[in-house]
C-alpha cells in the first residue's frame, strides 16, 4: 500500500491555532479583569461577558480541535460543537474550486448548495489534501476549476507557506 492510499488527517493550520490561543488569552484577561474589579469590563453584564466567553471557547476549540481526514472511502470534517460532516466519494457529483479563495466545495447534489467546504487558510497542507479528494473522486464527478487550479494540484504542487510535514 502506498502512502498516498493510508487515511490522511489534517489539523487547522498554524494561523488558526494562533488565533484560537489568541482567543483563549482574551478570555482569561476577561475573566482577570471581571474577577479583580480592575478594568473597564465592570460596566458589562454578566450576560455579555458569558456571551463573549462562550463565543471566545468555541472559536479556540475549533482552532485546536478541527480536522479533515481522507480515507479510501470518505472525507470527514470534524469540528468541535459541530456536527461531524462525512462524504462519501462515491456520493460526491461536483467539486468546486472558487476563484475568490483557494477552497474545495463539495456538493453531493449538482445544483445544491455545498455539503462541505474545506479552506485552504484553515487546514494545513491544503496542497496534499486537495490532490487527495482529487485522486479519489468517482469518474461521473464533475470538477468546476474557474481559477485553474486542478492541474496544479494534480501534478502534486503546494501552495507557498504550506507546511510540508507528512501525510500523517
Known sequence: MSADDM????????????????????????????????GPLLELSLVNVMLTG???LAAAGYGLRATVRVSE??????RPL??????????????????????LW???EPNGSPDLSIEAQSFERFGSLARRVLRRLPQHTEIQ?????????????????????DDG
Open 73 to 78: 472511502t470518505a472525507v470527514r470534517k470534524t
Open 54 to 56: 462562550a463565543t471566545l
Open 106 to 108: 463539495l456538493y453531493t
Open 145 to 165: 476549476d474557474p481559477a485553474g487550479r486542478v492541474e496544479h494540484y494534480r501534478r502534486g504542487g503546494d501552495a507557498a507557506g504550506e507546511n510540508q510535514t
Open 7 to 38: 487515511p490522511a488527517t489534517y489539523r487547522t493550520s498554524r494561523l488558526q491555532r494562533g488565533l484560537s490561543v489568541l482567543s483563549v488569552g482574551a478570555l482569561l484577561l476577561l475573566a482577570v479583569l471581571e474577577a479583580t474589579d480592575e
Open 82 to 103: 459541530w456536527t461531524d460532516n462525512v462524504l462519501r466519494f462515491e456520493d460526491i457529483q461536483r467539486l468546486h474550486l472558487p476563484v475568490t479563495t483557494e477552497a
